[in-house]
């Protein structure tokens, strides 16, 4: 019912910048904050950000703050994750998240090459 579809991803160079993208569906996307977490090879699945749905308030993890910014366009269902400044170790799977309903996306591959 509640669907996360995670179009793009990519490969970008080290200190490029990347919008990722997270459209929602079957929920009123309005009402829900919205997360983003990513998982490394070898390592645990990790916050990196997320987004209220009032005001939207915003909070980030501390390897991506300053550099990382979440932000949600309501109109279209969708939640955003702009990263700047990328470095290698930004390279993981990033996955969007309802943590409302614990719903994920299905996951996609950001890559960051030196």
């Known amino acids: 019912q509640v669907q996360l579809v995670e179009p793009g991803g990519g490969l970008v160079q080290a200190g490029g910048s990347l919008r990722h993208v997270c459209v929602a569906s079957g929920l009123p996307f309005s009402s829900y904050a919205m997360g983003w977490f990513r998982q490394a090879p070898g390592k645990e699945r990790e916050w990196v950000a997320g987004?209220?749905?009032?005001?939207?308030?915003?909070s980030y993890a501390d390897s991506v703050k300053s550099r990382f910014t979440i932000s949600r366009d309501n109109a279209k269902n969708t939640v955003y994750l702009r990263m700047n400044m990328l470095k290698p170790e930004d390279t993981a799977v990033y996955y969007c998240?309802?943590?409302?309903?614990?719903?994920w996306g299905q996951g996609t591959q950001v890559t960051v090459s030196s």
């Open positions: 987004i209220s749905s009032a005001e939207e308030s915003k």
């Open positions: 998240q309802v943590p409302r309903f614990g719903s």
